[in-house]
């Protein structure tokens, strides 16, 4: 992916990072995971707020991302503080996935024209980041079952998340002028 000069674009990474070490954390039964996970689920809602509300041009696609943010961040506030009735949000998440997914999906990844702009090592990033979350899949659902190794195959599918996060804020390419993906606002 490139760097390119988005609202908060490595603060919603490195919150996005965070909640991935916070859900590790929970996993492990380490202290204090619970407050990183609500720190980060709060970060991330209001940094995104914030960003939707600095575009100068909304488009139903950002009004969608905007709703699927603020579902998914809630629902995991919520979540933590224990609330009964987390189905709403998680209904909510669900269909603003599927409305963000029919109307943009896998184009999210393509320029303007059309064409795909990933370089091999893009590719392979890409790669490696759908195995690290078939392996967290993998691993919760080993650990639903209670077989051997789950916590083991959650922790390295979390790790290989968090290292594709932070390989993106860490990197840097070329920076544009203009954002590829939809016109998203652009500040210096």
């Known amino acids: 992916m490139e760097n390119t000069k988005k609202v908060y674009k ?8 965070t909640l991935l070490i916070g859900f590790l954390m929970r996993v492990l039964h380490w202290p204090f995971a619970a407050g990183i996970i609500f720190t980060s ?11 939707f509300f600095k575009k100068e041009e909304k488009k139903p696609i950002d009004l969608i991302k905007m709703a699927l943010v603020l579902f998914w961040t809630i629902n995991g ?28 999906g896998t184009s999210y990844f393509m320029q303007k024209n059309r064409s795909i702009k990933n370089s091999l090592a893009e590719i392979i990033w890409n790669f490696v980041m759908v195995l690290g ?5 993998l691993g919760g659902l080993m650990h639903l079952l209670s077989w051997e190794y789950s916590i083991p195959t959650l922790t390295v599918g979390l790790t290989i998340v968090t290292s594709y996060i932070l390989k993106d804020i860490f990197t840097s390419s070329k920076a544009h002028n203009e954002d590829d993906i939809n016109n998203e606002g652009l500040y210096f």
Not at 10 to 17: D, E, F, G, P, S
Not at 41 to 51: C, E, G, P, S, V
Not at 77 to 104: D, R, S, V
């Open 133 to 137: 979350v078939l392996t967290i899949i």
């Open 10 to 17: 490595n603060q919603l990474r490195a919150a996005l990072a």
């Open 77 to 104: 506030l919520l979540t933590i503080l224990k609330f009964p009735y987390t189905i709403i949000f998680q209904i909510g998440t669900a269909l603003t996935f599927i409305a963000w997914f029919a109307m943009e």
């Open 41 to 51: 689920f709060a970060a991330i809602l209001i940094m995104y707020t914030i960003r």
